[in-house]
């Protein structure tokens, strides 16, 4: 494995659906599931360690990824992208030993800093500095090692009041945090992130993303799973987009995360996409998306506007659950990944809002936005919960045109920007 650090070979997990494959692991645990079985079931009872196939040959597991396959250079920052269910964390789990993968292998050469998912990790009756040397020692590295990077890690973190408490005591953002720092301070050879940093509040995820850079300069190799794709254009000279448990691109970062943005709204009329169920619609903590609409001044739906023209941007979103103070964020990338600006519903509801749907109406007015693509990126929130949906891509739209200055003015300028500015010009002598 000369200069590569991690190599996958057809890579795959399968997982059990209903009762079949049933594995005991104690005498408790075989008496108590053999019981139920026996009652709910009708089925036998069986020796320990047995198993009944309760399912068709056809519909007892599915494949949550499957043939991945790649070879990942030291040094490397690669993001993994792609839709929920798709297998991102699936894999992640496999390269770290936390799960077993059903066929194929993986080489990964160096010690492995994994942040995947709130708390992984952390002992709960442990406080958080005892959690430090733990996952420290866990990694390989000496007592002394951990101490010179330990003041570091709480800095970091921001948790210093809180260092001597157990962590079963921490919300999820400071266990975040403080998994954060750890996985980065540490200093493991293979550092593996999954979208945990959405649990954090916008300035912490800043730090976090710069952390990551810092990381990567280093030459540590980095795997980077993450529904932010300005992040993985800025921060990743690779992505690997995974769908369906499977393996579709792998390639320059730019170029794979323009391919997944096309994809990710095919199957909807342009400039706008819907989810009709909840299966398919994104959402958690008792909010869902139901549509997202760009719209010209007139109405007409669109992914194509005159940069002269207002654009209405509609946001469609069911609420399941009360909140106090919901809000909807809309942010606006480049093609680039670069952030152009965000804004949040100037009505913010400080009552409570109970379940129904809502629309939440952006207009961007013309004369704004400089010509070329942009992104969509839509989240929900609110004080009590910060983040109810995390902020994800969704839609991308283009703006032409040269703002009416003649048909010899260039129609692209640099920067995000251009507006049209009123200017006074006068004779002062």
């Not at 993001?79 to 993968?101: C, V, W």
């Not at 002992?123 to 010179?148: Q, S, Y």
């Not at 000279?237 to 393996?247: F, S, T, V």
Request: proline share 3%; glycine share 10%.
């Amino acid at each position: 494995m000369n200069g590569i650090a991690i190599r996958a070979e057809r890579l795959g997990k399968r997982y059990w659906i209903g009762q079949r494959r049933e594995v005991a692991t104690t005498l408790r645990d075989s008496i108590g599931r053999l019981f139920h079985r026996s009652l709910k079931n009708k089925n036998p009872i069986l020796p320990l360690g047995w198993s009944v196939n309760t399912s068709s040959e056809h519909e007892d597991f599915i494949w949550a990824l499957r043939n991945a396959s790649f070879e990942i250079k030291k040094g490397e920052v690669v993001g993994i992208i792609g839709p929920n269910g798709a297998g991102k964390s699936t894999l992640l789990k496999m390269l770290s030993r936390i799960i077993e993968p059903t066929e194929g292998r993986a080489e990964i050469r160096g010690r492995v800093g994994s942040l995947l998912e709130v708390g992984t990790g952390f002992h709960p009756e442990l406080t958080g500095r005892e959690n430090v040397f733990l996952n420290g020692a866990i990694l390989g590295m000496k007592k002394g090692e951990i101490k010179a990077k330990f003041d570091d890690i709480v800095t970091f973190s921001g948790v210093e009041k809180f260092i001597d408490t157990p962590v079963k005591h921490y919300s999820s953002g400071m266990n975040v945090r403080l998994a954060f720092a750890v996985a980065a301070h540490l200093e493991p050879e293979n550092l593996f992130i999954d979208e945990v940093l959405a649990v954090g509040d916008a300035g912490f995820q800043k730090k976090c993303l710069r952390k990551i850079g810092e990381v990567a300069g280093e030459g540590r190799t980095v795997l980077f799973v993450s529904h932010n794709m300005g992040a993985v254009r800025s921060l990743c000279d690779r992505a690997i987009l995974i769908e369906q448990g499977g393996m579709v691109l792998d390639g320059e970062a730019s170029e794979v995360v323009s391919s997944y943005l096309a994809s990710a709204v095919s199957g909807a009329s342009e400039g706008e996409i819907t989810w009709k169920s909840d299966e398919e619609a994104p959402g958690e903590h008792g909010v869902k998306l139901r549509a997202i609409q760009l719209k010209q001044e007139d109405g007409t739906i669109s992914s194509v506007f005159d940069v002269e023209k207002a654009i209405r941007i509609e946001i469609i979103y069911e609420v399941k659950a009360s909140f106090i103070g919901l809000r909807v964020r809309l942010g606006l990338l480049t093609s680039m990944g670069e952030m152009a600006f965000q804004s949040v519903d100037k009505n913010v509801r400080r009552d409570t809002v109970t379940p129904g749907r809502y629309r939440s109406t952006c207009i961007i007015p013309g004369n704004l936005l400089n010509a070329g693509e942009y992104i969509v990126r839509v989240g929900v929130g609110s004080p009590e919960m910060k983040r109810i949906l995390p902020d994800r891509e969704y839609l991308t739209f283009q703006t032409t045109g040269a703002f009416g200055y003649g048909a010899k003015h260039p129609e692209k300028w640099p920067g995000v920007v251009r507006p049209k500015l009123d200017w006074v010009i006068e004779s002062i002598q």
